[in-house]
């Protein structure tokens, strides 16, 4: 049964770092059937994807324009997780993160989702 | 860029039949997914390609999808299907959400 979950500090001053992990138990992060995806969801901007992470004999990773210029996603295949940071936040990133899993090699849905951690961007 | 429109909410009595809309430019041409929210809770897949069942989701959710409008469909609704649906599609290696409708169950 595959199971994620999210970690890292609910709490981050504006203009610094976010950065969040991903722990992946049940499946593997350098899985050839899957990617691994970050979302965040907040009032108002609703449920946002962020990026995402996968394998297909080397490491791809693609970003939603809206935070391109200050995204990373990064996977870790000796600990089983991915990460993501998040630079020069404001306010207008406090949200609830979440990761996902997207299935297969062309699959368009998410089937697995972590519970979320919220992440509140004040000083 | 591309949008999603879903009706902020929608009512239904137990037992009825209730049905979500969710609207974009030749959604048809795309493979539509919908995930259900219960407050607090992280959204769970309950519909992906348009139609298709994962297992765990009950039998009285159906979708379906042409032209513009792609339809999640919950017959004999049950108190328990009342939460937030989201309709999800992509465009150009993007992720697109609907605005997500609350689904009220009286």
């Known amino acids: 049964q595959l199971q994620l979950r999210e970690s890292g500090p609910g709490l981050v001053k504006p203009s610094q770092t976010l950065s969040l992990t991903c722990a992946i138990s049940?499946?593997?992060?350098?899985?050839?059937?899957?990617?691994w995806n970050w979302f965040r969801q907040s009032p108002s901007r609703g449920l946002e994807w962020l990026g995402r992470?996968?394998?297909?004999?080397?490491?791809?990773?693609e970003y939603a324009v809206s935070v391109r210029s200050r995204i990373f996603i990064t996977p870790n295949t000796s600990r089983n997780h991915f990460s993501l940071q998040l630079s020069s936040v404001t306010p207008e990133d406090t949200a609830v993160y979440y990761c996902?899993?997207?299935?297969?090699?062309?699959?368009?849905?998410?089937?697995?989702w972590g519970q979320g951690t919220l992440v509140t961007v004040s000083s | 860029s591309y949008e999603l429109t879903q009706p902020p909410s929608v009512s239904v009595s137990p037992g009825q039949t209730a049905n979500i809309a969710c609207s974009g430019n030749?959604?048809?041409?795309?493979?539509v997914c919908w995930y259900q929210q219960r407050p607090g809770q992280s959204p769970v897949l309950v519909i992906y390609?348009?139609?298709l069942r994962p297992s765990g989701t009950p039998e009285r959710f159906s979708g379906s999808s042409s032209g513009n409008t792609a339809t999640l469909t919950i017959s004999g609704t049950q108190p328990m299907d009342e939460a937030d649906y989201f309709c999800?599609?992509?465009?150009?290696?993007?992720?697109?959400f609907g605005g997500g409708t609350k689904l009220t169950v009286l």
């Open positions: 049940g499946d593997d992060v350098s899985s050839n059937n899957a990617a």
């Open positions: 996902a899993r997207q299935p297969g090699t062309s699959g368009t849905w998410f089937d697995s």
């Open positions: 390609q348009d139609k």
């Open positions: 999800q599609a992509w465009d150009r290696n993007t992720v697109v």
């Open positions: 030749k959604l048809g041409n795309r493979y």
């Open positions: 992470t996968y394998y297909r004999s080397q490491w791809t990773t």
